[in-house]
């Protein structure tokens, strides 16, 4: 016998947005933003900034204008998020 199952969408929000998701992806972003720092120049910014929208997100930024070639040429941030376990994908509406 299959039971129904309603999603508690206000309740999957309050998680989103919790204090547990805001620790673990405030973490991920760290060490994403460790994981970068040694392939770019010393003295080099980067930096994390926790925001949320729907949920809890955060953006890892080379402070730098040469962060997109970086990016572009090695992938410093796609292989950093990698590296922490992460898979980045293209982005799809």
Same mark, same amino acid.
């Given at each position: 016998m299959l039971e129904s199952f309603r999603l508690d969408t206000a309740g999957v929000r309050e998680v989103l947005k919790?204090?547990?998701v805001r620790s673990a992806i405030d973490g991920l972003a760290g !060490?994403?933003?460790a994981h970068v720092r040694p392939q770019v120049p010393a003295g080099t910014v980067v930096s994390v900034r926790g925001y949320t929208?729907?949920?809890g997100a955060a953006s890892v930024t080379i402070e730098d204008v040469r962060g997109m070639a970086w990016? !572009?040429?090695d992938g410093v941030l796609t292989?950093?998020?990698g590296e922490v376990g992460?898979?980045?994908r293209a982005w799809q509406r």
């Amino acid at each position: 016998m299959l039971e129904s199952f309603r999603l508690d969408t206000a309740g999957v929000r309050e998680v989103l947005k919790g204090p547990e998701v805001r620790s673990a992806i405030d973490g991920l972003a760290g !060490a994403i933003a460790a994981h970068v720092r040694p392939q770019v120049p010393a003295g080099t910014v980067v930096s994390v900034r926790g925001y949320t929208t729907d949920r809890g997100a955060a953006s890892v930024t080379i402070e730098d204008v040469r962060g997109m070639a970086w990016q !572009a040429r090695d992938g410093v941030l796609t292989r950093a998020a990698g590296e922490v376990g992460l898979e980045v994908r293209a982005w799809q509406r």
